[in-house]
C-alpha cells in the first residue's frame, strides 16, 4: 500500500515521535507505516485520517498487487 | 492539528520516543528489573551455597526458576502493551527464537538417542533462543 503520510507530516512540520503521540502509537510504527513496511488496521486508518484532516482514500493509494486476489 | 511539536528536534525523525514508546518502556522496565535483579541475586546464593549431598538440594536450586516467572509476566504484559505493529514485531521475533529453541533442543533430543546426553544442554536450548529472539528484536528495531 502508498501513502502519502511523510509528506504530509512533513507539511505539517511535525516529528515522527510528534505523530507518534498524537497517535497513540510508537515512533516505530510511525516510521514502518511511513517506509510501506506496515499496512495499519482500520481502526489506526481512521485515526491517522483523523489526525491529518482527510480521508483514508486520501492516505491510502492500493497497489495492483494489493487489489489483486489471492489465487 | 497543525501546530507543531514543541518538543521536535528535527522536522523529519525528531526525538527518538513518543510518549507511548516511553510509557511501555518505563511499564516494562518496572515490571522487569525487579525480577531480572531477584533472578541474579537468587542465582548467587544458589550456586554458592548449594550442597549436592543434601535432601533439599533439588528444591534449593529451582529457586532461581521462581522470579524468572515474573519475567515470562513482564514479556506477556509487554506484547499486550504493545501498539499493533510493535506486537507483530515482538511475536515475530518470539516466533523465530521459539524455533531456534525447538531445533536446539530436537537435536539434542536426536544426539541423547546416540547417548550423546549433555549436561547443559539447557542452557544450551536457552541461549539459541534467547539469543535468536533479541538478535532479532535488534535488527528488526534497527530499521
Known sequence: MENSLRVRRAANGWSQAHLADLLGVSRQTVNALETGRYDPSLPLAFRLARVFATTIEDLFTPTDRDLRSPA | ?143
Not at chain 2, 7 to 14: F, K, L, V, Y
Not at chain 2, 42 to 70: C, F, H, K, S
Not at chain 2, 111 to 130: P, Q, Y
Open chain 2, 1 to 143: 492539528m497543525t501546530n507543531a511539536h514543541s518538543t521536535t528536534s528535527s522536522p523529519n525523525r525528531g526525538p527518538r520516543l513518543s510518549a507511548a514508546d516511553k510509557h511501555q518502556r518505563d511499564r516494562y522496565l518496572r515490571e522487569f528489573i525487579p525480577a531480572i535483579v531477584t533472578f541474579w541475586i537468587l542465582l548467587a546464593v544458589v550456586l554458592n551455597t548449594v550442597d549436592e549431598q543434601t535432601y533439599g538440594a533439588r528444591l534449593w536450586v529451582l529457586l532461581p526458576v521462581l522470579p524468572m516467572i515474573g519475567v515470562a509476566v513482564a514479556l506477556y504484559r509487554a506484547v499486550q502493551r504493545a501498539d499493533e505493529y510493535g506486537r507483530v514485531v515482538l511475536l515475530e521475533c518470539m516466533a523465530l527464537g521459539f524455533g531456534a529453541a525447538m531445533v536446539a533442543s530436537l537435536a539434542l533430543g536426536f544426539l541423547g538417542i546416540i547417548g550423546e546426553a549433555w549436561t547443559f544442554g539447557g542452557w544450551l536450548v536457552l541461549g539459541i533462543g534467547m539469543t535468536t529472539w533479541t538478535g532479532s528484536l535488534l535488527v528488526r528495531n534497527l530499521r
